[in-house]
């Protein structure tokens, strides 16, 4: 079973372009998640989604960040006009229906993609 | 909103000595899930060990063993018989009700040769 997969592994950008993170979750799961790490500090979560629905995006900065996961293909992170200050670490974590105990709210992240603004 | 301390920036252990990372959190829920990650210098976050709130017994895997207070809202993890490809930073998290993790800021471990 393939883990959770992210690319680019890593992405440069010039300060006004666009930048388009892609994540594939685990095999059988719906549920994707995405953070942002800034050097030195922890995982900040941005955004939680479902096939075709944004659950909670209360981490997400409310200008030029958008996520999707459509029904067919990778969930995605958009970064619009993209400024120095964006520069990081972007993770998905996925994992299976998080309804009941057991194994089942365990994420599981991909190796992130490390984006670079010049 | 809950909250995730790690209150050591950097620990270093002797190889094959033990070593104890320190995590509290604050939550007002009752029923949630506690993750070590550890994450080494390729930056994947790799889960170390969970906890479940509802358990008494703290979780074990291998050499990892946590020491799960929940009165105190502690939540240690301890690494026995370290090994050299244990050095790398580990996260502390947390996860209630909303289904996001709240992370930890990270001890850095170095294990000596």
């Known amino acids: 079973n393939a883990g959770v997969m992210q690319n680019p592994r890593h992405l440069v950008r010039r300060r006004g372009q666009e930048a388009r993170l892609r994540c594939s979750p685990m095999?059988?799961?719906?549920?994707v998640y995405w953070y942002r790490q800034l050097p030195e500090e922890g995982l900040k979560f941005m955004v939680y989604l479902q096939k075709e629905n944004i659950i909670d995006e209360s981490g997400m900065p409310k200008e030029r960040f958008s996520a999707e996961f459509p029904k067919e293909g990778p969930s995605i992170l958009r970064i619009q006009q993209v400024v120095r200050g964006d520069s990081a670490a972007y993770f998905c974590?996925?994992?299976?229906?998080?309804?009941?105990?057991?194994?089942?709210?365990?994420?599981?992240f991909g190796p992130g993609t490390r984006l670079t603004v010049l | 909103a809950q909250t995730v301390t790690q209150s050591q920036p950097e620990m270093s252990v002797q190889e094959a000595e033990t070593v104890t990372l320190s995590c509290t959190y604050d939550?007002?829920?009752?029923?949630?899930?506690l993750f070590w990650y550890k994450q080494p210098p390729s930056r994947q976050m790799i889960l170390v060990i969970r906890?479940?709130?509802?358990?008494?017994q703290n979780a074990t895997e291998n050499r990892f063993s946590v020491n799960f207070q929940k009165a105190a809202k502690s939540f240690s993890l301890k690494i026995s018989d370290s090994q050299l490809g244990d050095a790398a930073m580990y996260f502390c998290?947390?996860?209630?009700?909303?289904?996001?993790?709240?992370f930890g800021a990270g001890t850095r471990l170095t294990v000596k040769p």
């Open positions: 939550t007002s829920e009752s029923d949630y899930y």
């Open positions: 998290a947390y996860r209630g009700d909303n289904n996001d993790m709240r």
């Open positions: 906890q479940e709130a509802y358990k008494q």
């Open positions: 095999k059988g799961h719906s549920h």
């Open positions: 974590a996925s994992s299976p229906l998080p309804t009941a105990r057991g194994g089942l709210n365990t994420q599981y």
